[in-house]
């Protein structure tokens, strides 16, 4: 009889009597399967999932006719491969061998590094669907309190009202968050991510009816699945319309995941646009701060920014280059421990109008453009970067939270900041491939599935993509995406300010910031011991400043409990913490490293009575100069844990060499 057996490398037809066992059927098979597969891992299953699965060795000695078995029967086999430089079965590729062999195309084997696009999709699927997500995924306490609030808009009485002070009619009950006419009349134009949740939630899931909760929220996605039940190879060698991608219109997101964007102090924003002005050129930062409630829109939420990093990167007229960020888990570690996080980027787009009285040039304007494809797909990378966790997702994320700050020039010529975040189909389309920005800002390219070489690519399936607009006519029709369309379908605008009464995290600034070296701006131990010098009655020196914590972080110095401290007087402001900081061991060291490099803080001379004036007042009498030394040398505060025996050693040094020449370092850095 002939038997049907399909795998993940095709389907194979073996003729075998029914006398046989499955010994000699799995003999057979072995002859037909590529030479990297495990024998002792081939399963066989009447079932496309695999459910009954048996191992082909716990069922070699049955006959094909105890089993049930006739001609023409399809099997369902799967097996795993062998690593090449072991032998041993591992079930996942070696990084120097092939991925699997479903992955070639015309005979030839698909490395790992060969034309992958920005993010490979996974050998099993992203939209792996999670059981109760509202039991397993942890997400933020702002959304947690977000989802316990009632959401509902208050409304006073009505002059339609007919009913007492303690009635409610339709004119006065309160309305949803996402009530269409509310949002209207105080100019809203997009919903937050709690209203728009509790739009779909309603429509989707309702209590009274008595049936099972569905998780409202699905993230896009348009990527080819990776784990096909039908049983075919994997892309590209097969593709059934289970797994490929259903065909994509566009339309405007209705809603954004981040409502304001608010700036802790405006000096913050001033001392990133100093670059430009020191500079002419352009500058990147990362936005550090955390999140909140807004309270302008219905369950809306605000990014609070309390710092801004600049990244090592390359400044030029017309854009910037990005290096290597090394030290990224560091620095975000560092705003951990002051309750921070990556909320954003920030860059510039200026050009000086040359009147010199500080206006630039307007780039951005509803004739040009506000947001260019290339810059589309800078925050779509970041965005995709960003997941946001929700309980409300069946794969229990859905959008992210990062958003896009432009500092540009205004109608009017003065410098403006625009807030920017790219929509959840935008971010799906650059993870799988699908689009690439063009030299025309307002314009984004549908790419290709050839390459440029004329062949076909082996990761990237473009499905058919479309947008609505409406034409010259009016009317709201369909249009084919191919080969380009406009920019704006990508992304949600935001709103940013300042507050009215600034109170922001780190009250400091004088500390030198980062990766300014060509500015002629570097991080040295002179500015640390400026940081924490605390004359002039400054108690808490300018400890409170995100740039020095993350270079006395990069120091090595402190502890992980002595950085957390240091963390925490530099964003509560607390004296008595500060005093158990200047005590700690890791401190003290730090304090005797600048010492000893010549850069501590300089103390103040103590004054000499009118007699000792008096006697010193000639330049020939050495004893004045030489007990000042000393007492600037050897006289160090209480919390200093030099002996006294080596201070006074170095006085009777000072006393026996009174004619040597002294050099008195903090007179001259006082001058």
């Known amino acids: 009889m002939l038997l049907r057996l399909r795998g993940p490398d095709g389907m194979i037809r073996i003729n075998i009597e029914k006398t046989d066992s499955f010994a000699e059927l799995g003999r057979q098979l072995v002859e037909h399967l590529p030479p990297t597969v495990d024998p002792s891992s081939i399963s066989m299953s009447p079932d496309p999932q695999a459910k009954d699965s048996k191992k082909l060795k716990d069922i070699a000695k049955f006959k094909l006719s105890q089993i049930g078995l006739n001609h023409g029967d399809l099997i369902f086999i799967n097996y795993q491969h062998q690593d090449a430089t072991n032998g041993h079965t591992n079930g996942e590729p070696a990084p120097s061998t092939t991925i699997s062999s479903t992955n070639r195309l015309n005979g030839k084997p698909i490395l790992p590094t060969e034309d992958l696009p920005v993010d490979p999709p996974p050998l099993t699927s992203p939209t792996q669907v999670i059981k109760n997500p509202w039991e397993v995924v942890r997400q933020s306490a702002l959304d947690d309190r977000l989802d316990r609030q009632d959401g509902k808009i208050p409304r006073g009485r009505d002059r339609m009202c007919k009913h007492g002070p303690k009635g409610m009619c339709d004119y006065c009950m309160p309305m949803d968050p996402f009530n269409a006419q509310y949002l209207t009349d105080k100019k809203i134009k997009y919903l937050s991510f709690h209203s728009y949740l509790r739009k779909i939630n309603s429509a989707t899931n309702k209590p009274e009816l008595g049936s099972s909760f569905i998780p409202p929220l699905k993230e896009p996605f348009f990527r080819v699945k990776r784990d096909c039940p039908s049983g075919h ?12 991608p259903s065909a994509i219109t566009l339309q405007p997101q209705t809603f954004r995941m981040v409502d304001h964007v608010e700036f802790a102090s405006f000096e913050l924003v001033n001392s990133f646009i100093d670059a430009w002005r020191k500079t002419g050129a352009q500058r990147v930062g990362y936005l550090y701060g955390r999140y909140a409630e807004y309270s302008e829109v219905p369950l809306g939420v605000k990014a609070i920014v309390e710092a801004v990093y600049e990244v090592p990167q390359i400044d030029e007229v017309d854009g910037v280059s990005l290096n290597t960020w090394e030290n990224e888990a560091a620095v975000n570690d560092v705003a951990k421990l002051c309750g921070l996080e990556q909320v954003g980027v920030i860059y510039t787009d200026l050009l000086d109008a040359g009147t010199g009285d500080g206006k630039v040039i307007c780039k951005r304007h509803a004739d040009s453009y506000f947001l260019s494809s290339l810059e589309v797909c800078f925050a779509a990378r970041l965005q995709a ?20 700050c432009i500092i540009s020039g205004d109608e009017t010529g003065q410098i403006a900041i625009s807030s920017y975040q790219v929509s959840n189909d935008a971010v799906e389309m650059v993870r799988a491939d699908l689009i690439e920005p063009s030299a025309d800002p307002n314009v984004m390219l549908v790419r290709e599935e050839e390459e440029d070489d004329g062949s076909t690519s082996r990761t990237r399936y473009i499905p058919e993509v479309f947008y609505r607009k409406i034409n010259e006519y009016g009317a709201n029709v369909q249009e084919n995406a191919k080969p380009s369309f406009p920019v704006e379908y990508l992304f949600v605008t935001l709103t940013h300010g300042f507050p009215a009464q600034p109170k922001p995290l780190f ?8 990766n300014r070296e060509i500015m002629g701006e570097s991080q040295q131990h002179k500015s640390v011991a400026k940081a924490i010098d605390t004359r002039n009655g400054n108690k808490l020196g300018s400890l409170s400043d995100f740039h020095f914590l993350n270079f006395l972080h990069g120091m090595g110095v402190l502890s992980k409990e002595e950085e957390a401290l240091l963390c925490r007087v530099a964003t509560t402001h607390d004296l008595a913490d500060t005093y158990q900081l200047f005590t700690m061991p890791g401190w003290q060291t730090l304090e005797t490293i600048l010492q000893a490099t010549g850069e501590s803080s300089p103390q103040k001379r103590p004054r000499r009575s009118s007699d000792e004036g008096g006697r010193g007042g000639g330049a020939g009498m050495p004893y004045a ?13 209480n919390k200093s844990s030099e002996p006294l025996a080596k201070r006074l050693a170095a006085v009777r040094l000072n006393d026996r060499n009174e004619h040597r020449p002294v050099f008195e370092r903090a007179k001259f850095e006082e001058l």
């Open 233 to 244: 190879p994997q892309w590209p060698e097969g593709i059934c319309t289970k797994c490929q």
């Open 385 to 404: 970067q960003h997941p946001k966790p929700t309980k409300w997702s069946d794969t229990g994320r859905f959008g992210s939270n990062f958003v896009t």
């Open 507 to 514: 009250n400091s600034s004088s500390f030198p910031i980062e």
């Open 625 to 637: 100069s030489s007990s000042s030394t000393a007492s600037t040398l050897g006289a160090r505060p």
